[in-house]
Every structure is written in structure tokens, then in C-alpha cells.
């Protein structure tokens, strides 16, 4: 672990997460009443924020609504940034009078009404980010749309600075997969850190929130202020903050309902990823798993995860438990994985394979090329077992670094 001690520059909030969303949306009498609670519940987390010194607070993703499929009745016209903080509608001016008050850069995700070109109303899920004015300084509509067939897709990414000296790019959710803008808000402009408000459901083996979290962070070296729904019965769950040099300031995994607020104090990254890019076609990421350590988790049994793996189509190799360090290179085709494995307690009873792939994968409703690299428990020898999360092992890792050749602009 480094210590932060000496260089702390600044304090940054993440990852409230908002109670089951079944709960919200069937729990109250009406919509007024839902808002009013669940905004009254943000305030409160805004203030407790406050007393502990934080710049910056991010809620999840569907937040103030829970997930509901339908926006007319929920959706909200948000003005243009930099237009001031008076606002007719009565939920923005109590989110941004909140922001006012106790002077804090507040992200809220919202489901947005506007008017298109042809003056038809259409509907966006959408970031918005009050400064400590209590102004709407950033509005980001999500660009990569999952199962969300009423929303018309944004078509921007969005950056914004802020008065600590940070600035900060914003995703959503299913975004963090995709180029445009997981990495174009990175090599098209100056963000050095990133805000993820998310509604993530994780599948097993290689979609669950924390690691996509962690390998986002690490593989792009970016902090990451990720605050994820909570509602473990729909697999929704994890939160976390990640620092750009590999670091988990901070996170919780939950199979019960309850919400949790998460705060760190981030090292700024300084030199922004832009800045550092080389024409080479392609950059090099490593990634590793968090999960060993299980004390900020609570109470899984309830966390419910599908699996979605179809381990014919992968290349796996044999881990050897016998050794202490292992350097491996794995390929699928001409797409190589090399990894390098420490083991600080060798148990020879259980199963790790290297694991890798090149190839198409459903996403979201759509076959999407992706590539994997990594490392996956099995129950035996038989590669069909695999990824699966009743798989125990006494085997611990004291390190793992994973680099493999990735397209720099990948589309
Ligand atoms: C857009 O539609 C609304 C009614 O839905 C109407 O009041 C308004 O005048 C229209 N604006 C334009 C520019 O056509
Ligand atoms: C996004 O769409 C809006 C409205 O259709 C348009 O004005 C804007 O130029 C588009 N931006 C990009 C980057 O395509
Ligand atoms: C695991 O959690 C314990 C208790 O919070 C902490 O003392 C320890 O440093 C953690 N280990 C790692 C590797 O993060
Ligand atoms: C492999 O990892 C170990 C432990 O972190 C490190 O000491 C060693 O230098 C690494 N080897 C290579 C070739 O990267
Ligand atoms: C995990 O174990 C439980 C109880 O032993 C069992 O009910 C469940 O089907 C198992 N799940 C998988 C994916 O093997």
C-alpha cells in the first residue's frame, strides 16, 4: 500500500449507493412523494459528506427513480450548463441548492426530456453535474444504451474541470466497455480521473463490477470513482474508488439492501493519459482482481450472479500450483497474453487456468469483438468448470500482472 500521507491534495466522495430499486419504485404512494425521499435521503449524504471534508459526491446510476423502464413520467428538462443555479424545476433547484450549501460538486444521473431536431420529445439518461455554486456545469447523455429501449442514445462525451484542479470525464454504466467514451474521453481530452455512476449487473466469470472497476482504473491508470445501484437480488452491486497506480482506496459488495457511502482521498494522477500517448497502434494494459481480500464484502449469499461463459470458444492453459512464480505467455491466434503470477500460499488442492480469447462476445443484445486475458478458478481439471463462484481454494496470490497488445483506438 503507499502511503497517501504526505501528498494529499485532495478529498473526493464516491460511490453512495442508493437502496433497491423494487423497494423505491413500489414503495411509495406517488412519484412526488419518491422523489422527495430519495432526494431528502441525497441531501443527507451530502451533508454527512460535508462533515468529512469532500469535494466531490457521485450517485449511481438511477438513483432517484430505481430502475424503471418507462420515462415519461419520471424524465426531467434539464437546462444548458453554465445557465445559473435558479431552476423552475423543483427537484433540480433542491439537488442544486444542496450543492450550494454545503459548496460540493455534486453528480447526479437523471432521466433527461428534451426536444430533438424534429421537435419531437425524446427521452436520454443523463449525468449532471452541479459545481459548488449549485450551476449545472456538465451534462453527459450515456452513449451506450443497455436494454433501455425507450432512451435515444447521447452522442457526445463530456469532460469538466473542476476548482480543485481536477477534471474529470464522465461514463455511464455499459459505457466503460467502449471506446467511445471509456477511452476517447481519455486520449481526446485532458480527464485524469473518472466518474462512473452505474446500474451493473455482474455475470461471471468476466463482467463483474468490481474487476471491470478495477481493470478499467488500472489499465488506463485513471482514478476511478465508481457508485453502483445496490440491489443484490438483480446480481446489482459494488461500489468502489480506485486510484490510477493500482490502488483500491476503498469498496463494498453487498447481498443486502443496505446503502453505504463510500469516501477516499485520491492522489491526483497529474499528467493527463492525452498527453502521454504515443503513435504506436497499440498500449499495453494489466489488470488484476481485488477480490481476494473479502472483508468489505457482506453477506453474498444473497448477491445473486448469473454465468455467462461458453468456455468452448477459449484457449486455457494449466496454472502449476507448485510453484511460487510463474511467467506465462498464452495465446489465442496471434493475440498473446503474458502473465506473471506470485503465489504466497501454495495449496496444490484446487484449479486456476490462464485463460484467453480473441473473438466476438454478446453484449448488451449485440455480438461485440472483445478480448480477454486473465486468470479463472475452476471446481476440477475440466475447463467446462470454470468461472463459476462456488469454487473455494486455499491458493493466495501475493501478486499477478497481466499485460496484453490492445488496439490504441479500437471503435
Ligand atoms: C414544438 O412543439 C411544441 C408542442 O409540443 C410547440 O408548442 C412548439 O411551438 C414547437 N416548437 C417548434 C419550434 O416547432
Ligand atoms: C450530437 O447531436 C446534436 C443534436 O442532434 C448535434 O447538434 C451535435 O452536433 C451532435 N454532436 C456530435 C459530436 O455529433
Ligand atoms: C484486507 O483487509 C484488512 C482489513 O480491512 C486490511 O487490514 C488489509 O490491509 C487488507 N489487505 C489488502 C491486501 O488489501
Ligand atoms: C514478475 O513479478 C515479480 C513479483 O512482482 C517481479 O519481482 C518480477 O520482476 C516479475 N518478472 C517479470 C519478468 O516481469
Ligand atoms: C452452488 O452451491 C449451491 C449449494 O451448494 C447450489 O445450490 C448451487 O446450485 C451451486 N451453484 C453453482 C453455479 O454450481
Known amino acids: 500500500m503507499k502511503n497517501f500521507a504526505t501528498v494529499l491534495v485532495l478529498t473526493i466522495l464516491s460511490a453512495y449507493i442508493k437502496a433497491g430499486a423494487d423497494y423505491l419504485v413500489t414503495g411509495y404512494p406517488n412519484l412526488h412523494w419518491m422523489f ?215 469498496y463494498y459488495l453487498s447481498g443486502t439492501t443496505s446503502s453505504r457511502m463510500l469516501i477516499g482521498s485520491l492522489t491526483p494522477r497529474g499528467v493527463p493519459r492525452a498527453a502521454e500517448e504515443t503513435e504506436t497502434p497499440t498500449f499495453q494494459t494489466r489488470g488484476f482482481n481485488i477480490l481476494g481480500n473479502e472483508t468489505e464484502t457482506h453477506d453474498l449469499r444473497n448477491f445473486v450472479t448469473a454465468r455467462d461463459f461458453n468456455t468452448r470458444n477459449y484457449q486455457f492453459q494449466d496454472l502449476e500450483l507448485t510453484n511460487a512464480n510463474t511467467l506465462q505467455t498464452v495465446c489465442h491466434g496471434s493475440f498473446c497474453c503474458n502473465f506473471n503470477v506470485s503465489l504466497s500460499d501454495i495449496s496444490s488442492s484446487g484449479y486456476y487456468k490462464f485463460l484467453v480469447y480473441n473473438g466476438l462476445a454478446n453484449l448488451g443484445g449485440s455480438d461485440s469483438s472483445i478480448k480477454v486475458c486473465t486468470i479463472i478458478a475452476c471446481e476440477t481439471s475440466d475447463s467446462s468448470t470454470c468461472g463459476n463462484r462456488n469454487i473455494s481454494l486455499s491458493t493466495r496470490f501475493s501478486a499477478i500482472s497481466v499485460t496484453g497488445d490492445f488496439e490504441k483506438n479500437r471503435r
Open 36 to 250: 422527495q425521499t430519495n432526494i431528502h435521503e441525497y441531501v443527507h449524504y451530502i451533508e454527512t459528506a460535508q462533515n468529512n471534508g469532500v469535494q466531490i459526491i457521485v450517485f449511481p446510476e438511477y438513483g432517484l427513480t430505481g430502475m424503471v423502464e418507462d420515462p415519461t413520467e419520471y424524465a426531467i428538462e434539464i437546462p444548458e450548463v453554465n445557465s445559473g443555479n435558479r431552476f423552475d424545476n423543483y427537484w433540480l433547484h433542491l439537488l442544486s441548492t444542496a450543492a450550494y450549501e454545503h459548496t460540493m460538486y455534486v453528480v447526479v444521473n437523471l432521466l433527461e426530456k428534451a426536444n430533438n431536431e424534429n421537435n419531437e420529445t425524446v427521452y436520454y439518461n443523463t449525468n449532471i453535474v452541479f459545481d459548488k455554486t449549485g450551476t449545472i456545469v456538465a451534462k453527459y447523455r450515456k452513449i451506450n444504451l443497455f436494454f433501455e429501449p425507450r432512451l435515444t442514445p447521447g452522442n457526445e462525451s463530456v469532460t469538466f474541470a473542476t476548482d480543485f484542479g481536477i477534471t474529470f470525464g464522465l461514463l455511464t454504466c455499459f459505457d466503460i466497455l467502449y471506446y467511445n467514451p471509456s477511452r476517447k474521453i481519455l486520449v481526446d481530452s485532458f480527464a485524469t480521473d473518472v466518474i462512473y455512476p452505474a446500474a451493473w449487473t455482474s455475470t461471471l466469470p468476466f463482467y463483474h463490477s468490481l474487476t471491470i472497476h478495477s481493470g478499467y482504473s488500472l489499465g488506463n491508470g485513471v482514478n476511478l470513482l465508481a457508485s453502483n445501484l445496490n440491489i443484490p437480488s438483480r446480481g446489482i452491486s459494488g461500489t468502489g474508488i480506485y486510484g490510477h497506480d493500482g490502488t483500491v482506496l476503498s
